[in-house]
Protein backbone atom coordinates (compact mmCIF):
# COMPACT_ATOMS: atom_id res chain seq x y z
CA UNK A 1 0.00 0.00 0.00
CA UNK A 2 1.33 3.33 -0.53
CA UNK A 3 0.87 6.10 1.65
CA UNK A 4 1.85 9.86 2.21
CA UNK A 5 5.80 10.93 2.28
CA UNK A 6 7.37 9.87 5.83
CA UNK A 7 6.40 13.17 7.32
CA UNK A 8 3.87 14.04 9.71
CA UNK A 9 0.37 15.51 8.29
CA UNK A 10 -2.95 15.61 10.21
CA UNK A 11 -6.20 13.26 9.94
CA UNK A 12 -8.99 15.07 10.60
CA UNK A 13 -11.57 12.75 11.71
CA UNK A 14 -15.49 14.06 11.41
CA UNK A 15 -17.92 11.86 13.37
CA UNK A 16 -21.68 12.16 13.04
CA UNK A 17 -22.11 14.06 16.08
CA UNK A 18 -20.02 16.62 18.02
CA UNK A 19 -19.19 20.18 17.91
CA UNK A 20 -17.95 21.83 14.71
CA UNK A 21 -14.23 22.20 14.19
CA UNK A 22 -11.88 24.96 14.17
CA UNK A 23 -10.77 26.65 11.24
CA UNK A 24 -7.05 25.22 9.80
CA UNK A 25 -4.82 27.38 8.12
CA UNK A 26 -7.23 30.45 8.99
CA UNK A 27 -9.61 28.48 6.17
CA UNK A 28 -13.54 28.08 6.92
CA UNK A 29 -14.28 24.15 8.03
CA UNK A 30 -14.30 21.91 5.40
CA UNK A 31 -17.43 20.68 3.84
CA UNK A 32 -18.05 16.59 5.13
CA UNK A 33 -20.84 14.51 4.58
CA UNK A 34 -22.08 11.24 6.16
CA UNK A 35 -22.19 8.38 3.73
CA UNK A 36 -24.27 5.83 4.09
CA UNK A 37 -24.74 2.48 2.01
CA UNK A 38 -27.25 -0.15 2.06
CA UNK A 39 -28.57 -2.77 -0.39
CA UNK A 40 -29.54 -6.42 -0.87
CA UNK A 41 -26.79 -8.92 -0.07
CA UNK A 42 -25.13 -10.55 -2.76
CA UNK A 43 -26.01 -14.37 -1.34
CA UNK A 44 -29.70 -15.13 -1.52
CA UNK A 45 -30.54 -15.40 2.85
CA UNK A 46 -27.92 -13.25 4.03
CA UNK A 47 -29.08 -9.60 6.18
CA UNK A 48 -29.17 -6.35 4.06
CA UNK A 49 -25.57 -4.73 3.96
CA UNK A 50 -24.79 -1.45 5.64
CA UNK A 51 -21.56 0.50 5.79
CA UNK A 52 -20.47 3.96 6.67
CA UNK A 53 -18.19 6.57 6.45
CA UNK A 54 -17.33 10.11 5.43
CA UNK A 55 -17.00 11.89 2.19
CA UNK A 56 -15.46 15.34 1.33
CA UNK A 57 -16.37 17.28 -2.05
CA UNK A 58 -13.60 17.36 -4.67
CA UNK A 59 -16.16 19.25 -7.36
CA UNK A 60 -18.83 21.00 -7.74
CA UNK A 61 -20.76 17.56 -7.89
CA UNK A 62 -18.42 15.05 -7.16
CA UNK A 63 -17.16 13.67 -3.88
CA UNK A 64 -14.48 11.39 -2.49
CA UNK A 65 -14.58 8.71 -0.16
CA UNK A 66 -12.60 5.23 0.73
CA UNK A 67 -13.96 2.22 -0.84
CA UNK A 68 -14.97 0.75 2.01
CA UNK A 69 -17.38 3.08 3.07
CA UNK A 70 -19.76 2.14 -0.03
CA UNK A 71 -18.48 -1.84 0.11
CA UNK A 72 -17.62 -3.79 -2.68
CA UNK A 73 -19.89 -3.59 -5.59
CA UNK A 74 -19.42 -7.93 -5.99
CA UNK A 75 -21.16 -7.69 -2.07
CA UNK A 76 -24.70 -6.57 -3.23
CA UNK A 77 -26.67 -8.23 -5.42
CA UNK A 78 -27.07 -7.02 -9.12
CA UNK A 79 -29.45 -4.92 -10.16
CA UNK A 80 -28.61 -4.94 -13.79
CA UNK A 81 -25.88 -8.43 -14.87
CA UNK A 82 -24.07 -7.92 -18.07
CA UNK A 83 -21.60 -10.71 -19.49
CA UNK A 84 -18.60 -8.95 -18.45
CA UNK A 85 -19.87 -7.50 -15.06
CA UNK A 86 -22.67 -5.80 -13.21
CA UNK A 87 -24.47 -2.53 -11.61
CA UNK A 88 -24.91 -3.02 -7.45
CA UNK A 89 -28.38 -3.15 -6.32
CA UNK A 90 -27.38 -0.80 -3.69
CA UNK A 91 -27.94 2.90 -2.52
CA UNK A 92 -25.51 5.28 -1.16
CA UNK A 93 -26.82 8.69 0.60
CA UNK A 94 -25.28 11.48 2.38
CA UNK A 95 -25.94 13.73 4.57
CA UNK A 96 -23.83 17.24 5.28
CA UNK A 97 -22.46 17.52 8.49
CA UNK A 98 -22.00 20.36 10.81
CA UNK A 99 -25.10 22.25 10.71
CA UNK A 100 -25.50 21.65 7.34
CA UNK A 101 -28.63 21.41 5.22
CA UNK A 102 -28.03 19.25 2.11
CA UNK A 103 -28.67 15.44 1.90
CA UNK A 104 -29.01 13.75 -1.30
CA UNK A 105 -28.17 10.38 -3.15
CA UNK A 106 -25.21 9.65 -5.20
CA UNK A 107 -24.29 6.91 -7.57
CA UNK A 108 -20.28 5.69 -7.03
CA UNK A 109 -18.10 6.29 -10.67
CA UNK A 110 -16.90 3.23 -12.20
CA UNK A 111 -12.82 2.73 -12.16
CA UNK A 112 -10.91 0.83 -14.55
CA UNK A 113 -8.23 -1.69 -13.61
CA UNK A 114 -7.58 -2.97 -9.99
CA UNK A 115 -9.88 -2.09 -7.38
CA UNK A 116 -8.49 1.45 -5.97
CA UNK A 117 -8.61 2.16 -2.52
CA UNK A 118 -10.69 5.08 -3.07
CA UNK A 119 -14.09 5.72 -4.66
CA UNK A 120 -15.68 8.89 -6.46
CA UNK A 121 -19.14 10.03 -5.80
CA UNK A 122 -21.44 11.66 -8.02
CA UNK A 123 -24.54 13.75 -8.23
CA UNK A 124 -25.54 16.47 -10.63
CA UNK A 125 -28.75 17.06 -9.08
CA UNK A 126 -28.14 18.71 -6.18
CA UNK A 127 -27.02 22.57 -5.28
CA UNK A 128 -23.50 23.36 -6.10
CA UNK A 129 -20.73 21.79 -3.58
CA UNK A 130 -17.78 23.60 -1.95
CA UNK A 131 -14.77 21.77 -3.28
CA UNK A 132 -11.39 21.02 -0.44
CA UNK A 133 -8.48 22.14 -1.65
CA UNK A 134 -6.30 19.31 -2.74
CA UNK A 135 -1.97 18.88 -2.23
CA UNK A 136 0.07 16.69 -3.44
CA UNK A 137 3.02 17.95 -2.40
CA UNK A 138 5.02 16.73 1.46
CA UNK A 139 4.03 17.96 4.11
CA UNK A 140 4.92 19.10 7.69
CA UNK A 141 3.48 18.14 11.38
CA UNK A 142 0.16 18.42 12.03
CA UNK A 143 -2.31 17.44 14.10
CA UNK A 144 -5.68 14.44 13.91
CA UNK A 145 -8.30 16.32 14.82
CA UNK A 146 -12.46 14.43 16.07
CA UNK A 147 -15.22 16.15 16.08
CA UNK A 148 -15.00 15.87 19.85
CA UNK A 149 -12.71 18.27 20.14
CA UNK A 150 -10.27 16.07 21.00
CA UNK A 151 -7.03 16.66 19.24
CA UNK A 152 -3.94 13.69 18.68
CA UNK A 153 -1.21 13.94 16.88
CA UNK A 154 -0.37 10.79 13.93
CA UNK A 155 3.35 10.09 12.84
CA UNK A 156 4.57 7.85 9.87
CA UNK A 157 5.94 4.37 10.66
CA UNK A 158 8.23 3.57 8.38
CA UNK A 159 10.01 0.31 7.54
CA UNK A 160 13.24 0.30 5.11
CA UNK A 161 12.85 4.03 4.85
CA UNK A 162 9.14 3.33 3.38
CA UNK A 163 5.81 4.49 4.71
CA UNK A 164 3.68 1.56 5.98
CA UNK A 165 1.11 3.44 7.78
CA UNK A 166 0.50 5.82 10.56
CA UNK A 167 -0.16 5.62 14.22
CA UNK A 168 -1.67 7.25 17.08
CA UNK A 169 0.45 9.17 19.08
CA UNK A 170 -1.53 8.83 22.19
CA UNK A 171 -4.48 6.19 23.08
CA UNK A 172 -8.13 7.78 21.97
CA UNK A 173 -11.36 5.74 21.43
CA UNK A 174 -13.03 6.41 18.36
CA UNK A 175 -15.16 4.70 16.01
CA UNK A 176 -12.27 4.37 13.40
CA UNK A 177 -14.47 1.87 10.85
CA UNK A 178 -16.86 4.44 10.49
CA UNK A 179 -14.67 7.04 10.06
CA UNK A 180 -13.08 6.14 6.52
CA UNK A 181 -13.18 8.53 3.87
CA UNK A 182 -12.16 11.13 6.73
CA UNK A 183 -9.43 14.01 4.72
CA UNK A 184 -6.44 14.07 5.84
CA UNK A 185 -5.21 17.98 6.17
CA UNK A 186 -1.60 19.66 6.37
CA UNK A 187 -1.10 23.03 7.99
CA UNK A 188 -2.74 25.32 5.93
CA UNK A 189 -6.06 22.76 5.20
CA UNK A 190 -5.23 21.54 2.19
CA UNK A 191 -6.24 17.74 1.71
CA UNK A 192 -3.28 15.37 1.75
CA UNK A 193 -4.74 11.93 1.60
CA UNK A 194 -7.76 10.38 2.91
CA UNK A 195 -8.50 7.54 5.95
CA UNK A 196 -8.68 4.49 3.73
CA UNK A 197 -7.77 1.47 7.06
CA UNK A 198 -7.99 1.50 10.46
CA UNK A 199 -6.73 -1.70 12.68
CA UNK A 200 -9.44 -2.88 15.13
CA UNK A 201 -8.17 -0.66 17.89
CA UNK A 202 -7.90 2.59 15.84
CA UNK A 203 -4.54 2.93 17.07
CA UNK A 204 -2.89 2.23 13.13
CA UNK A 205 -4.43 3.95 10.13
CA UNK A 206 -3.61 3.47 6.50
CA UNK A 207 -3.60 6.72 4.76
CA UNK A 208 -4.16 7.35 0.89
CA UNK A 209 -2.62 10.12 -0.69
CA UNK A 210 -3.97 12.51 -3.21
CA UNK A 211 -0.43 12.05 -4.89
CA UNK A 212 -1.42 8.23 -5.05
CA UNK A 213 -4.58 9.00 -6.83
CA UNK A 214 -4.30 12.42 -9.10
CA UNK A 215 -5.09 10.03 -12.02
CA UNK A 216 -8.63 8.73 -10.51
CA UNK A 217 -9.79 12.67 -10.12
CA UNK A 218 -11.18 14.56 -12.62
CA UNK A 219 -9.07 16.58 -14.71
CA UNK A 220 -10.39 20.11 -14.47
CA UNK A 221 -9.71 19.25 -10.61
CA UNK A 222 -7.35 21.73 -9.08
CA UNK A 223 -4.23 20.20 -7.03
CA UNK A 224 -0.93 22.46 -5.62
CA UNK A 225 2.22 20.57 -7.23
CA UNK A 226 -0.04 18.11 -9.53
CA UNK A 227 1.62 15.14 -11.14
CA UNK A 228 -0.58 14.70 -13.94
CA UNK A 229 0.59 15.93 -17.47
CA UNK A 230 -1.19 19.26 -19.08
CA UNK A 231 -2.12 18.14 -22.20
CA UNK A 232 -2.29 22.17 -23.12
CA UNK A 233 1.05 22.41 -21.91
CA UNK A 234 2.25 19.49 -23.90
CA UNK A 235 0.33 20.54 -26.64
CA UNK A 236 2.43 23.53 -26.96
CA UNK A 237 5.38 22.02 -26.15
CA UNK A 238 4.79 19.44 -29.09
CA UNK A 239 4.22 23.19 -31.15
CA UNK A 240 7.63 24.47 -30.16
CA UNK A 241 9.33 21.49 -30.78
CA UNK A 242 8.05 21.39 -34.07
CA UNK A 243 8.65 24.69 -35.14
CA UNK A 244 12.45 24.53 -33.23
CA UNK A 245 13.00 21.34 -35.28
CA UNK A 246 11.61 23.31 -38.56
CA UNK A 247 13.99 26.15 -37.60
CA UNK A 248 16.87 23.45 -37.32
CA UNK A 249 16.14 22.05 -40.65
CA UNK A 250 16.44 25.34 -42.22
CA UNK A 251 19.52 26.39 -40.33
CA UNK A 252 20.76 22.85 -41.32
CA UNK A 253 20.11 23.94 -45.44
CA UNK A 254 21.94 27.05 -44.97
CA UNK A 255 24.96 25.02 -43.82
CA UNK A 256 24.79 22.47 -46.01
CA UNK A 257 24.65 24.82 -48.60
CA UNK A 258 27.82 26.92 -47.37
CA UNK A 259 29.41 23.89 -47.13
CA UNK A 260 29.18 22.91 -50.69
CA UNK A 261 29.82 26.82 -51.64
CA UNK A 262 33.18 26.77 -49.88
CA UNK A 263 34.31 22.69 -51.72
CA UNK A 264 33.27 24.81 -55.63
CA UNK A 265 35.10 27.91 -54.19
CA UNK A 266 38.13 25.11 -52.89
CA UNK A 267 38.06 23.85 -56.51
CA UNK A 268 37.98 27.04 -58.01
CA UNK A 269 40.92 28.55 -56.11
CA UNK A 270 42.91 25.26 -56.92
CA UNK A 271 42.12 25.81 -60.96
CA UNK A 272 43.02 29.31 -60.72
CA UNK A 273 46.38 28.32 -58.81
CA UNK A 274 46.83 25.76 -61.50
CA UNK A 275 46.05 28.56 -64.39
CA UNK A 276 47.99 31.47 -62.60
CA UNK A 277 51.69 30.84 -64.71
CA UNK A 278 49.39 31.23 -68.29
CA UNK A 279 48.70 34.93 -66.72
CA UNK A 280 51.36 35.99 -64.53
CA UNK A 281 52.03 39.21 -66.58
CA UNK A 282 48.90 39.86 -66.75
CA UNK A 283 48.06 40.31 -63.38
CA UNK A 284 49.74 42.94 -61.95
CA UNK A 285 48.04 45.61 -64.91
CA UNK A 286 44.72 43.67 -62.92
CA UNK A 287 46.08 45.18 -59.49
CA UNK A 288 47.14 48.17 -60.86
CA UNK A 289 43.92 48.85 -62.37
CA UNK A 290 41.72 47.87 -59.39
CA UNK A 291 44.01 50.00 -56.64
CA UNK A 292 43.33 53.08 -59.17
CA UNK A 293 39.64 52.28 -59.67
CA UNK A 294 40.04 51.93 -63.47
CA UNK A 295 37.80 49.86 -65.55
CA UNK A 296 38.77 45.95 -65.23
CA UNK A 297 36.75 44.72 -68.10
CA UNK A 298 38.95 44.76 -70.71
CA UNK A 299 41.82 43.25 -68.96
CA UNK A 300 39.31 40.36 -67.85
CA UNK A 301 38.79 39.79 -71.55
CA UNK A 302 42.61 39.49 -72.01
CA UNK A 303 42.46 37.11 -69.14
CA UNK A 304 40.13 35.31 -70.90
CA UNK A 305 41.71 35.45 -74.09
CA UNK A 306 44.98 34.12 -72.91
CA UNK A 307 43.42 31.10 -70.90
CA UNK A 308 40.58 30.04 -73.58
CA UNK A 309 42.41 26.43 -74.00
CA UNK A 310 41.47 26.60 -69.91
CA UNK A 311 37.65 26.86 -70.21
CA UNK A 312 37.07 25.87 -66.89
CA UNK A 313 39.59 28.89 -65.74
CA UNK A 314 37.22 30.96 -67.60
CA UNK A 315 34.53 30.28 -66.04
CA UNK A 316 36.29 30.67 -62.39
CA UNK A 317 37.56 33.88 -63.06
CA UNK A 318 33.67 35.15 -64.60
CA UNK A 319 32.31 33.22 -61.37
CA UNK A 320 34.98 35.03 -59.14
CA UNK A 321 34.27 38.74 -60.07
CA UNK A 322 30.46 37.94 -60.16
CA UNK A 323 30.97 37.20 -56.66
CA UNK A 324 32.60 40.01 -55.54
CA UNK A 325 30.46 42.25 -57.70
CA UNK A 326 27.77 40.74 -55.33
CA UNK A 327 25.96 44.16 -53.69
CA UNK A 328 26.29 43.83 -49.57
CA UNK A 329 22.96 46.25 -48.53
CA UNK A 330 22.56 48.16 -45.61
CA UNK A 331 19.14 50.63 -45.10
CA UNK A 332 18.63 53.55 -43.02
CA UNK A 333 15.45 55.09 -41.49
CA UNK A 334 15.12 58.15 -39.78
CA UNK A 335 12.37 60.60 -39.60
CA UNK A 336 12.45 64.78 -39.48
CA UNK A 337 9.90 67.41 -40.34
CA UNK A 338 7.53 64.85 -40.65
CA UNK A 339 8.75 63.04 -43.42
CA UNK A 340 10.79 59.87 -43.59
CA UNK A 341 13.78 59.91 -45.19
CA UNK A 342 15.12 55.54 -46.64
CA UNK A 343 18.68 55.41 -47.56
CA UNK A 344 19.44 52.29 -49.09
CA UNK A 345 23.65 52.02 -49.94
CA UNK A 346 25.23 48.87 -51.49
CA UNK A 347 28.91 47.74 -51.29
CA UNK A 348 30.62 45.77 -53.50
CA UNK A 349 34.36 44.06 -53.11
CA UNK A 350 35.39 44.45 -56.75
CA UNK A 351 34.39 47.60 -58.59
CA UNK A 352 31.81 47.45 -61.26
CA UNK A 353 29.14 49.06 -62.93
CA UNK A 354 26.13 50.79 -60.78
CA UNK A 355 24.12 48.26 -59.52
CA UNK A 356 20.76 49.95 -61.49
CA UNK A 357 20.23 53.23 -63.15
CA UNK A 358 16.59 53.22 -61.49
CA UNK A 359 15.06 51.66 -58.69
CA UNK A 360 11.33 52.08 -57.39
CA UNK A 361 10.32 52.16 -53.47
CA UNK A 362 6.75 50.56 -52.84
CA UNK A 363 5.15 51.05 -49.46
CA UNK A 364 1.95 48.97 -48.13
CA UNK A 365 0.65 49.03 -44.43
CA UNK A 366 0.32 46.28 -42.72
CA UNK A 367 -3.11 45.24 -41.04
CA UNK A 368 -3.36 46.19 -37.04
CA UNK A 369 -5.52 43.18 -37.24
CA UNK A 370 -5.87 39.82 -39.34
CA UNK A 371 -8.98 38.64 -41.62
CA UNK A 372 -9.52 36.59 -44.23
CA UNK A 373 -6.57 34.44 -44.56
CA UNK A 374 -6.90 34.61 -48.43
CA UNK A 375 -7.10 38.44 -48.71
CA UNK A 376 -3.82 39.88 -49.94
CA UNK A 377 -4.60 41.88 -46.50
CA UNK A 378 -3.23 39.13 -44.85
CA UNK A 379 0.38 39.55 -44.04
CA UNK A 380 1.09 35.79 -43.94
CA UNK A 381 0.03 35.28 -47.71
CA UNK A 382 2.61 35.48 -50.52
CA UNK A 383 0.33 37.80 -52.42
CA UNK A 384 0.36 40.37 -49.89
CA UNK A 385 4.09 40.74 -51.09
CA UNK A 386 3.16 40.38 -54.51
CA UNK A 387 1.04 43.04 -54.62
CA UNK A 388 3.23 45.17 -52.63
CA UNK A 389 5.75 46.13 -55.34
CA UNK A 390 3.17 47.13 -57.46
CA UNK A 391 1.58 50.82 -57.70
CA UNK A 392 -2.47 49.94 -56.83
CA UNK A 393 -3.87 53.12 -54.08
CA UNK A 394 -7.45 50.61 -54.21
CA UNK A 395 -5.07 48.09 -51.79
CA UNK A 396 -3.12 50.93 -49.97
CA UNK A 397 -0.04 50.45 -52.13
CA UNK A 398 2.28 53.53 -53.14
CA UNK A 399 5.18 53.10 -55.21
CA UNK A 400 7.80 55.90 -56.30
CA UNK A 401 11.06 56.40 -58.03
CA UNK A 402 14.15 56.80 -55.75
CA UNK A 403 17.16 58.89 -56.00
CA UNK A 404 19.91 57.50 -57.45
CA UNK A 405 23.54 58.29 -56.09
CA UNK A 406 27.03 56.92 -57.57
CA UNK A 407 30.46 58.10 -57.89
CA UNK A 408 30.35 57.87 -61.30
CA UNK A 409 27.79 56.62 -63.54
CA UNK A 410 30.31 55.86 -66.19
CA UNK A 411 32.73 54.19 -64.18
CA UNK A 412 33.75 51.17 -62.39
CA UNK A 413 32.69 51.71 -58.20
CA UNK A 414 32.27 49.80 -55.06
CA UNK A 415 29.49 51.50 -53.52
CA UNK A 416 26.46 52.95 -54.58
CA UNK A 417 23.23 54.59 -52.94
CA UNK A 418 19.45 55.18 -53.78
CA UNK A 419 17.32 57.97 -51.26
CA UNK A 420 13.60 58.35 -50.97
CA UNK A 421 12.01 60.65 -48.85
CA UNK A 422 8.15 59.57 -47.45
CA UNK A 423 5.73 62.05 -46.09
CA UNK A 424 3.77 60.29 -42.75
CA UNK A 425 0.75 62.36 -44.01
CA UNK A 426 0.60 60.01 -47.25
CA UNK A 427 0.08 56.96 -44.57
CA UNK A 428 -2.75 58.59 -42.30
CA UNK A 429 -5.44 58.35 -44.61
CA UNK A 430 -4.28 54.46 -45.05
CA UNK A 431 -4.19 54.17 -41.11
CA UNK A 432 -7.89 55.90 -41.22
CA UNK A 433 -8.72 53.05 -43.47
CA UNK A 434 -7.89 50.06 -40.80
CA UNK A 435 -9.10 51.70 -37.39
CA UNK A 436 -12.30 54.23 -39.25
CA UNK A 437 -15.43 52.33 -37.29
CA UNK A 438 -13.08 49.71 -34.89
CA UNK A 439 -12.68 51.60 -31.81
CA UNK A 440 -11.93 48.05 -30.13
CA UNK A 441 -8.40 49.53 -31.91
CA UNK A 442 -6.20 51.00 -29.11
CA UNK A 443 -4.01 53.71 -31.30
CA UNK A 444 -1.14 52.79 -28.90
CA UNK A 445 -1.38 49.02 -30.19
CA UNK A 446 1.56 47.95 -30.78
CA UNK A 447 0.62 46.56 -34.43
CA UNK A 448 -0.63 50.19 -35.39
CA UNK A 449 1.48 52.04 -37.50
CA UNK A 450 3.25 49.31 -39.27
CA UNK A 451 4.29 49.57 -43.22
CA UNK A 452 6.15 47.07 -45.30
CA UNK A 453 8.66 48.24 -47.82
CA UNK A 454 10.40 46.88 -50.56
CA UNK A 455 13.13 48.22 -52.76
CA UNK A 456 12.43 47.48 -56.58
CA UNK A 457 14.76 46.73 -59.32
CA UNK A 458 12.96 47.08 -62.77
CA UNK A 459 13.10 44.50 -65.58
CA UNK A 460 13.14 40.98 -66.23
CA UNK A 461 16.90 40.43 -65.83
CA UNK A 462 16.94 41.98 -62.14
CA UNK A 463 18.79 40.14 -59.83
CA UNK A 464 17.17 40.25 -55.98
CA UNK A 465 18.15 39.08 -53.16
CA UNK A 466 15.86 36.10 -51.31
CA UNK A 467 12.43 37.15 -53.69
CA UNK A 468 11.24 36.60 -56.96
CA UNK A 469 10.30 39.07 -59.25
CA UNK A 470 6.91 40.58 -59.50
CA UNK A 471 4.11 40.92 -62.03
CA UNK A 472 5.59 44.19 -63.03
CA UNK A 473 8.64 41.86 -64.22
CA UNK A 474 11.20 43.67 -61.38
CA UNK A 475 13.01 42.33 -58.52
CA UNK A 476 12.71 42.69 -54.85
CA UNK A 477 16.57 43.41 -53.47
CA UNK A 478 15.50 44.81 -49.99
CA UNK A 479 12.08 44.76 -47.79
CA UNK A 480 12.25 45.69 -44.24
CA UNK A 481 9.26 46.54 -41.87
CA UNK A 482 8.84 50.20 -40.13
CA UNK A 483 7.10 51.44 -37.64
CA UNK A 484 6.09 55.19 -38.15
CA UNK A 485 5.97 57.37 -35.18
CA UNK A 486 2.82 59.61 -34.23
CA UNK A 487 4.15 62.80 -34.55
CA UNK A 488 1.71 65.67 -33.99
CA UNK A 489 4.21 68.31 -34.27
CA UNK A 490 7.27 69.03 -37.00
CA UNK A 491 10.52 67.64 -35.23
CA UNK A 492 13.67 69.44 -37.17
CA UNK A 493 16.44 67.05 -35.63
CA UNK A 494 16.42 63.69 -37.24
CA UNK A 495 15.29 60.85 -35.00
CA UNK A 496 15.76 57.06 -36.09
CA UNK A 497 12.86 55.07 -36.30
CA UNK A 498 12.02 51.13 -35.44
CA UNK A 499 13.19 49.19 -38.78
CA UNK A 500 13.93 45.93 -39.22
CA UNK A 501 15.49 44.36 -42.58
CA UNK A 502 14.81 41.18 -44.12
CA UNK A 503 16.25 39.03 -46.66
CA UNK A 504 13.58 37.39 -47.59
CA UNK A 505 9.09 37.16 -47.64
CA UNK A 506 9.42 34.08 -45.70
CA UNK A 507 11.40 35.72 -42.78
CA UNK A 508 8.74 38.77 -42.50
CA UNK A 509 6.35 35.92 -42.74
CA UNK A 510 7.97 33.76 -39.56
CA UNK A 511 8.88 37.25 -37.71
CA UNK A 512 5.15 38.13 -37.64
CA UNK A 513 3.30 34.97 -36.78
CA UNK A 514 5.76 35.00 -34.06
CA UNK A 515 4.38 37.61 -32.11
CA UNK A 516 1.04 36.21 -32.91
CA UNK A 517 -1.01 39.03 -33.87
CA UNK A 518 -5.28 38.76 -33.67
CA UNK A 519 -6.96 36.98 -36.57
CA UNK A 520 -10.76 38.95 -35.73
CA UNK A 521 -12.17 41.35 -33.74
CA UNK A 522 -14.49 38.38 -31.69
CA UNK A 523 -10.65 37.27 -30.67
CA UNK A 524 -10.33 40.77 -29.30
CA UNK A 525 -13.22 40.33 -27.25
CA UNK A 526 -11.79 37.24 -26.01
CA UNK A 527 -8.50 37.66 -24.98
CA UNK A 528 -7.54 41.53 -25.10
CA UNK A 529 -4.72 43.38 -26.58
CA UNK A 530 -2.93 42.75 -23.42
CA UNK A 531 -2.94 38.99 -24.21
CA UNK A 532 -1.18 39.37 -27.64
CA UNK A 533 2.15 38.81 -27.83
CA UNK A 534 3.86 42.47 -28.63
CA UNK A 535 5.16 43.67 -31.81
CA UNK A 536 9.05 45.39 -31.43
CA UNK A 537 10.79 45.87 -34.58
CA UNK A 538 14.10 47.40 -33.06
CA UNK A 539 13.38 47.62 -29.12
CA UNK A 540 16.66 49.74 -28.71
CA UNK A 541 16.50 51.85 -31.55
CA UNK A 542 19.58 53.71 -30.84
CA UNK A 543 20.80 53.88 -34.54
CA UNK A 544 19.36 54.80 -37.96
CA UNK A 545 20.43 51.61 -39.47
CA UNK A 546 17.82 48.65 -39.74
CA UNK A 547 18.38 46.04 -37.66
CA UNK A 548 18.78 42.72 -39.91
CA UNK A 549 16.06 39.84 -39.00
CA UNK A 550 18.76 37.36 -37.30
CA UNK A 551 18.97 40.06 -34.64
CA UNK A 552 17.15 39.22 -31.08
Known sequence: MRLICPLNVALVIFASTGPAPAQIGGQAPPQLFSVTTSGPAAVAGRADLRFEGIAFPVGSDTLLTSASAIGNPAQFRPLVQFAQGSVPDRSIALAERAGGAQSFTATAVPSSGPAPAVALLRNEQQPALNPLRLSACGTGSAQLRLLAGTDIAVAPVLSGGVVTHFRLMQQVTWDAARALGAPALDGEGRVVGLLTDATADGQQVA????????????????????????????ANLLETTDELLERV???????????????????AVNVVISGLADVADVLPTLAAARANQ???????????????????????????????????????????DRSLTLTFTY???????????TLRLCTRVVAPYQGNRESDQYFRTPNFYAAAVRTDPGRLVRCKEVIVNVPDRDSPSEWGEYRAELYLSDFEYDFRQYTEGRNWIDPDYEWNRIIFIALVKPGADAQGQGGGADLQGGTVVQRALIRLPDIGDSVATALPVECRAFDSD?????????????VSPSDLSNTGFDDVSGLELDPANASDECVLSSAP
Open 294 to 336: QDIGPILETLSEKLKPAQPLVRTVTSISTILQRPTWTTKAKIA
Open 249 to 267: RIVEERLEAQSVQIEDTGR
Open 207 to 234: ITPIAAITQLLPRDTPIACDPRVNTRDL
Open 347 to 357: RMQLPGRAFSP
Open 506 to 518: QEVIDFLAERRPP
